[in-house]
């Protein structure tokens, strides 16, 4: 099992930028997948950004471009930046490891692109 605490969510304009950080703990980071998913009100959890542990990524079409996700297996650390961003990025952002078919998630933590 990894414990997983992310940090750097906040309010920000459009068109500026954030960058998310979620720290593990527990297991051995580097053995990992680790995805950013997001969350708004009434709408489904949707993957954003997956690392895989050959550090190949990939994103959902409608980050493509302006969302870049990174891992530091040293710090045991994953991280999203956000570039770019729009109202309708708002949301709830979690990080996610997964393993051998088990998921850990984070607490979240809250993105808000407003005016």
């Known amino acids: 099992q990894v414990q997983l605490v ?25 053995l990992y997948a680790m995805s950013w998913y997001r969350q708004a009100p009434g709408k489904q959890r949707e993957l954003v950004a997956v690392i895989a542990t050959t550090g190949i990524t990939n994103y959902l079409d409608s980050v493509k471009g302006r969302f870049t996700i990174a891992r530091d297996n040293a710090k045991s650390t994953v991280y999203l930046q956000m570039n770019s961003l729009k109202p309708e990025d708002t949301a709830v952002y979690l990080c996610n490891a997964q393993r051998m078919g088990r998921n850990d998630w984070g607490q979240g933590t809250q993105v808000t692109v407003s005016n």
């Open 6 to 30: 992310e940090s750097g969510g906040g309010l920000v304009q459009p068109g500026g930028s954030l960058r998310l950080s979620c720290v593990a703990s527990g297991s051995i980071f580097r």
